[in-house]
C-alpha cells in the first residue's frame, strides 16, 4: 500500500501540468508507470493492477482525444495486462508466478520507456 501512497504523490504533481500540453499527458502515463516499479518490487500484485489500470486509463482517455501514440499505449497495455485483466483488477489473494512478475517488470520498463 505504500506504493498507493507514493502513486498519489506523484499524479498530484503531474496532473496539474498534464491538462494544458498533450506531452505532458503522455509524461503523466510514463510516470504512472514508474510507480509500479515499488509495487513489482514489493510483490504487491493488487497494487500492480492498479496502478496498471491507472496507466491504461489515462491512455485511454488521451487516445479518445485522439492521441496516436496513447492508441499504441492501450493497446500495448492490453496485451500485456496478463492476470490483471481487461479491467486491470485483481482478486486481493490472488499471487502471481515468478514468471508473471518478470512479466510485469519488463511492461513497466517497456511503458517506462514507450515512445
Excluded at 37 to 58: F, M, N, Q
Excluded at 76 to 86: I, L, P, S
Aim: net charge positive; hydrophobic share 40%.
Amino acid at each position: 500500500m505504500k506504493s498507493l501512497l507514493v502513486f498519489g504523490l506523484v499524479l498530484g504533481s503531474q496532473l496539474s501540468f498534464a491538462e494544458s500540453v498533450p506531452v505532458a499527458k503522455f509524461e503523466t502515463a510514463r510516470n504512472i508507470s514508474k510507480v509500479m516499479k515499488s509495487s513489482i518490487e514489493a510483490k504487491d500484485a493488487p497494487a500492480t493492477c492498479w496502478i496498471l489500470g491507472r496507466v491504461h486509463g489515462y491512455a485511454l482517455a488521451m487516445k479518445q482525444l485522439g492521441d496516436t501514440r496513447a492508441a499504441k499505449l492501450v493497446e500495448f497495455v492490453d496485451k500485456g495486462a496478463g492476470k490483471c485483466g481487461g479491467k486491470n483488477t485483481l482478486n486481493l489473494q490472488e499471487t502471481f508466478t515468478q514468471e508473471e512478475w518478470t512479466r510485469l517488470s519488463e511492461l513497466q520498463k517497456q511503458i517506462e520507456n514507450f515512445n
